[in-house]
């Protein structure tokens, strides 16, 4: 049987670095949005191109961009077990789309993983966040949460580490608006439609990672046995 995930919660609410453990756990693909857009940046590929100014302002990248890349991936034979999703939807328009398309391919939502943290909280860690320019190791720091054990350089892969361009103070407020603004009326439309899945967020990355494994066993143990 599938298991369809979606990570929902703010910018900083450690859906990243949550998502790499649980879908590993899972043994299902973790599809980032964020950072399928980040690599076609890179890249220099034409909807990266497209994407990058609105990244850079903290605003959402257009609907059509993130659906088409979205459909695409889901479409992948890795996914026919499932999959988890960080990052999308990110507002009703692409709830909408991301439905259409699961009944296009003969999937649905499993459950809706809400990561619920304070709008302080989540300002503190991205503005201390650090990630590694390694885009195969992609590791996620905290200056002074998580830090690396030598500045500046990835434990994992020892490559230089980098502030994303979107965690600079003035960048974060606006991300967190967007989120107020397009995102957050998410909670109540899958709250509504009994996928909703509530997961404390505002502890280390630990307590969060063991919540949130609770939470997804307990949407598991329920389908088994329904
Ligand atoms: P993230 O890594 O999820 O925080 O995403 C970084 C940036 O990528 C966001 O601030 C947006 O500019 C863009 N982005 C990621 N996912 C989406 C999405 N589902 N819809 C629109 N823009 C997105």
Sequence with gaps: MSLGLILLGPPGAGKGTQAVQLSAKLGIPHISTGD???EAVGSGREV??????YMDAGQLVPDSVVVAIVSERLSSADCAKGWLLDGFPRNEAQAEALDAELVRIGQKV??????RVSAEAVTSRLSGRRMCSNKQCNAGYHVDFMPSKKEGVCDKCGSALYQRN???PEIIRQRL???ESDTAS???RYRAG???REVDASGSPE???RGLMAAVDAVRGARWSS
């Design 36 to 38: 399928m857009l980040r």
């Design 48 to 53: 990266g191109l497209r994407a990058k100014k």
């Design 110 to 115: 499993g459950a809706v993983m809400y990561l």
């Design 166 to 168: 979107d965690d600079k």
């Design 177 to 179: 608006q967007v989120y």
């Design 186 to 188: 998410l909670v109540a």
């Design 194 to 196: 009994r996928l909703l």
């Design 207 to 209: 307590e969060v990672a």
